[in-house]
């Protein structure tokens, strides 16, 4: 049977009750059943500041394609603004072809923009990077800023983290919960930049860590003289296999360096007791903890190198937001905490 012209199929907001099913049986046919994390249970959890947006795409009251975003509190300089990392964008494989794909993102930028969305933008692989920068309008943000450091394992094949955080001199480490009240006075205390970073506050560290249920994340704190001066969250994760390690968060105060370099030692002390051979982190483009990774031997590595490709690319949708260059990689301040994947 012929498939009815694209003005005629309908696109609306996602709505629960009408649609979950649908779509959970879309993402069956499109990406197999879900991986870990990787659920639209926990792509499309509820964020502090409001639901996520999605919207469908039906022919005859059938969800053939779907799109969405994770919403995030980005602060430009001192301007706080709301965006959307987009994810789970899929198209049934029997409409492919067809542009759906392109027509959902479009419908859901237009959706974001009417719910007071300020920006777009996302992690795209190797099959969607052109259509985002291409008739999605995004723009890249290039290069992606990973860095990775070898590291010298303590025994062959990945075990657990563990629990116990190594001493470190001057530091004292302690585990901690998602959520800990330390983290927002790390926060409060944070280094201030003009550049874009996410908010990292306590209630996001509970949205972004706590329910995944793949992820054995470990969060720690360091504090100097009982004063929360840095926090870091990690990951064990084997890729391609290679045991390795990710230093999904790191975050100091305006005089928390040495805190720190010292955490993320700790971490690395850890890292190899686990049997990781190599540990990874984004780059931020500007502030001290770009130093600190760099005097630590992270070194960036060439786009050709990366063993998957990953791109951030992003879109203004407030024009009166005074955005600046967008393409910049050193406005940005990323870390693996920012994407989906780790």
């Not at 280094?191 to 560290?205: C, F, P, Q």
Request: net charge positive.
């Amino acid at each position: 049977m012929p498939k009815p012209p694209a003005s005629a199929l309908q696109i609306d907001p996602y709505q629960p009750e009408r649609d979950r099913e649908q779509v959970e049986q879309l993402w069956l046919r499109v990406f197999g059943r879900a991986k870990g994390g990787q659920t639209p249970e926990w792509l499309f959890r509820p964020a502090p500041m409001c639901a996520a947006p999605r919207v469908v795409i039906r022919d005859d009251n059938q969800v053939i394609a779907h799109a969405g975003a994770m919403p995030v509190r980005l602060l430009a300089g001192d301007q706080q603004l709301l965006a959307g990392w987009s994810v789970g964008a899929m198209t049934d494989p029997s409409w492919r072809g067809q542009g759906l794909f392109v027509r959902a993102g479009q419908a859901l930028y237009q959706y974001m923009d009417e719910q007071g969305f300020d920006l777009v933008g996302g992690f795209s692989n190797a099959q969607s990077a052109s259509l985002h920068v291409g008739p999605l309008q995004r723009t890249p943000v290039r290069p992606f800023p990973w860095c990775a450091k070898p590291l010298l394992p303590r025994h062959l094949g990945l075990r657990s983290l563990g629990t116990n955080w190594p001493l470190r001199l001057g530091v004292e480490i302690s585990a901690v919960a998602p959520g800990d009240p330390r983290i927002d006075l790390i926060w409060q205390n944070r280094e201030k930049g003009k550049g874009i970073t996410a908010v990292r506050d306590a209630a996001w560290t509970l949205w972004r860590y706590q329910g995944r249920p793949d992820a054995d994340y470990r969060l720690a704190v360091a504090s100097v003289a009982g004063v929360p001066a840095a926090w870091i969250a990690v990951r064990a994760l084997q890729v391609a296999k290679v045991p390795g390690f990710f230093i999904v968060d790191l975050q100091c105060t305006a005089s928390g360096m040495a805190a720190a370099t010292q955490l993320l030692k700790s971490a690395e002390q850890m890292a190899a007791s686990a049997g990781c051979v190599l540990a990874s982190a984004l780059l931020p483009g500007w502030g001290s903890l770009r130093s600190v990774l760099l005097r630590r031997a992270y070194v960036p590595v060439p786009e050709r190198l990366h063993p998957q490709k990953i791109m951030l690319s992003v879109r203004a949708l407030d024009a009166k937001v005074p955005w600046g260059d967008l393409g910049n990689p050193r406005q940005w301040w990323l870390a693996w905490s920012d994407t989906d994947v780790v």
